[in-house]
């Protein structure tokens, strides 16, 4: 069983930054894909961006050049950096962590990030 805790969302304006982070307990984190997602009211579900265990990255179209996914994982922990907010990413965030090898996938609690002057 996996545990997932995300921290750092809240209210920024307009142009700021705000960095997320998803602590990992329960199971060998460098074996599991871990990403962000985010869910919007009224809107599914939708992916941000994602880490293997090696650092490779994939991110939403939306998320290019304004947010940086990484993993420490000495420290068990995943990262979203968030930089030039703007309000279409308002939205709660999600930590999500996938085992290749054993298809189990965990959801955190999410954190909510609201873009608004």
């Known amino acids: 069983q996996v545990e997932l805790a995300e921290s750092g969302g809240g209210l920024v304006q307009p142009g700021g930054s705000l960095r997320l982070s998803c602590g990992f307990l329960?199971?060998?984190?460098?074996?599991?894909?871990m990403g962000w997602y985010r869910q919007a009211p009224g809107k599914q579900r939708e992916l941000v961006a994602r880490i293997d265990g090696g650092g490779g990255t994939n991110y939403a179209d939306s998320a290019k050049g304004r947010f940086t996914i990484s993993r420490d994982n000495l420290k068990n922990t995943v990262y979203l950096q968030m930089d030039s907010l703007i309000p279409e990413d308002t939205a709660v965030y999600y930590c999500n962590a996938f085992s290749v090898r054993s298809r189990n996938n965990y959801w955190g609690q999410g954190t909510q990030v609201t873009v608004s002057s």
């Open positions: 329960g199971n060998i984190f460098s074996t599991y894909l």
